[in-house]
Each structure stands twice: as structure tokens, then as C-alpha cells.
């Protein structure tokens, strides 16, 4: 069955988005998070410079989500800190053309005509190890935690904090909150780094309808609340989202790329699926499913590590943060 959600018309967007921060706090969220949307600017937080792309109150205060240009990496700004200078999107891409994160971006756009895995879909070719992506897609299974606990178990000695890169969807946030706590618990032990990945609110899939017209390519999608209301279940759960995207089913269109890079975000993609039979190189950036459905995908890495033990030891072969990944790419 179609979810109501992404079929209402446009007008019955501010009420579907009240309905997320309702279901959200209902599933124990910790912050309250109203007035959500897309805003476009530039200021400066102490010595660093920032775009601004999203604006909302936080907890009764009104707050910014930004992004760092040369690092990647965003926060969680009270507006009261910072004057925020408005810029539409096509005026930030030309003012801030020379930085990691718009040649991103950019890159991006240009790797957009294939049908599946738009996007990034390598690191830096230097590198040696592998940026590892896991997907958190709607499942009614537990979360995959031997994946995590091999990871920690391997590096715990030689990388730690170990990072990985989860590209998340709300009905997964929605209906596996003792997993989400449990992840958290992971990055205030010092365990692991998590750079959270819009992966959609619904990740609706048809088995029955062509790629060309499924996941995100449907007729009738609302792409507002899919990113909005994926950002919002974050924040309210005390996740902060990053600028990178992941497509369901890796699948796009030159359309639907542009569309969503015109929220900031990075489409990121994959050249290891290894559930699909892809292999790992040198600064791949590897897909597996952690919610229970892809059990060869996990197999396959958790060999993938143990192959790989001695480099491990030898500091010859490791995890690298999605974000350092993408951003020594395009740094000149």
C-alpha cells in the first residue's frame, strides 16, 4: 500500500510535517523541533565561515543548521549567535565555487544521467581502506548490531573512535528507537563517529513498478517532506544531519539529482555494494544494509575485515569519516 504521506497534496504539507514531530515525540524524542525549513545564507560562527541551509526553532529557540564549506561538517547555530545574511542557492554555489563542499556538489550534478548510483561513489583514490556506508532502510527486523561490534572489536586498538556513515529513514527512526539509543550509546562511549545520512522519511519501493517510476522517481512524491521530515526525525532524537544524501535503491534521475542538491545536499553512491557481488578497492566507498535484510551484504564485510586484519594491525588499512573522504577529494 502507497503511504498517505508521500500521495497529499502540497497543501497539506505544513500538517503532514506536524504529524512527524507528533509521531516523534510520541516514539520518545528528546527535543522539540517546530517551524522547519529550507534557508539559504552565510555568516560567521568565530573563525569559521558557514552556509546557512535550514532554519527552525529548537526547543523554543530559534536556531540555524549549517554547514562548514571547507570541512563538511555542520551544527546546530542559535540565530541569536550569528547574523545570518539570506542568499539564494545559485548566488552561495558561485560565492563559495572554490570549496570542498560546492565542488561536491557540483560533482555531483555532473554524475547524474545513470539511472543508479548518482553522485560520489569514491573517496580520496590515495587512501588505504574504505569508507563504509551502512543503510538503515524501513524494516520490521532488529538493527544488525554485529556489524557495529565487529568494527569496534577489529579497530578498537588501532582507530577509535571508528567512523561510520548511516544513511537513515524516518520509519526506520520511528519504529527502532531502543537501536537508535543503543548507536548513540556507541558515540558517548567513544566507540564510533556517526555521520548521519538523509536516506528519505518513507523509502517507498514497488517490486512491481519499473526503477525508471520507483523509489524517489514515482509520480506524487513529495521530496519536501521526504528531506525535511527525515532532518526533523533526526534533530528531534538529538541526531545532527549531515550534508549528504543516499538515494533508495541508489536510483535517480538528472532531474531528481538537481532537485535535491538544490537543498544542499551531497547524493552519495556506492562503487561496493557487496551484497551485489561488488568488491572493495582502495578508497571505495562500500554499501551494506544493516536492518536485518541484507544478512550476505554484512557476512561479506565482517570477511572483508578479518581479510584484512594483519594491514588493520599494521595501520596499512582503515575506516575513513565520509566527510574527510569527500572532502580531501576536492580540496586543491
Known amino acids: 500500500m502507497k503511504s498517505t504521506y508521500r500521495l497529499m497534496p502540497r497543501i497539506f504539507h505544513s500538517f503532514i510535517i506536524a504529524v512527524v514531530i507528533l509521531t516523534g515525540n510520541l516514539a520518545g524524542a ?11 545564507g552565510y555568516g560567521k560562527y568565530g573563525t569559521r565561515d558557514l552556509i546557512f541551509l ?3 526553532t529548537r526547543n523554543s529557540i530559534e536556531s540555524y543548521l549549517a ?6 561538517e555542520t551544527q546546530m547555530v542559535p540565530s541569536k549567535n550569528i547574523v545570518a545574511s539570506p542568499l539564494n542557492w545559485s548566488e552561495l554555489l558561485s560565492k563559495y565555487k572554490d570549496t570542498p563542499y560546492v565542488k561536491a556538489i557540483l560533482t555531483a550534478k555532473k554524475q547524474s544521467f545513470a539511472l543508479q548510483d548518482a553522485g560520489i ?5 590515495k587512501e588505504h581502506g574504505v569508507t563504509l556506508t551502512i543503510d538503515l532502510c524501513p524494516s520490521h527486523k532488529p538493527l544488525d548490531r554485529i556489524v557495529f561490534t565487529s568494527l569496534i572489536t577489529e579497530f578498537q586498538k588501532i582507530e577509535k573512535p571508528v567512523p561510520v556513515a548511516l544513511s537513515v529513514s524516518g520509519k526506520f527512526m520511528l519504529t527502532h528507537a531502543e537501536d537508535i539509543q543503543w548507536l548513540k550509546g556507541l558515540v558517548t562511549s567513544g566507540d564510533i563517529t556517526i555521520t548521519w545520512v538523509n536516506h528519505t522519511y518513507n523509502h517507498h519501493f514497488d517490486p512491481k513498478i519499473p526503477l525508471k517510476d520507483n523509489f524517489l522517481l514515482e509520480p506524487g512524491t513529495d521530496l519536501d517532506f521526504e528531506i525535511l521530515g527525515t532532518e526533523i526525525s533526526m534533530l528531534e532524537r538529538g541526531l545532527l544531519p549531515s550534508v549528504f544524501f543516499r538515494f533508495p535503491g541508489l536510483v535517480s534521475d538528472n532531474a531528481i539529482v538537481g532537485r535535491v542538491t538544490g537543498y544542499g545536499l551531497i547524493p552519495v553512491g556506492s562503487d561496493a555494494w557487496l551484497a551485489k557481488g561488488q568488491h572493495a578497492q582502495a578508497g571505495s566507498i562500500v554499501l551494506i544494509h544493516g536492518n536485518g535484510n541484507e544478512p550476505v551484504g554484512v557476512e561479506d564485510f565482517i570477511a572483508l575485515l578479518r581479510s584484512q586484519k594483519n594491514a588493520v594491525l599494521a595501520k596499512q588499512w582503515l575506516l575513513y569519516d565520509l566527510r574527510e573522504a569527500v572532502d580531501d577529494e576536492f580540496k586543491e
Do not use: S
Open 121 to 125: 561513489i569514491h573517496g580520496f583514490p
Open 67 to 72: 554547514v562548514d564549506p571547507q570541512a563538511l
Open 30 to 40: 528528546q527535543e522539540t523541533i517546530g517551524n522547519y525549513k529550507a534557508f539559504y
Open 54 to 56: 535550514r532554519k527552525f
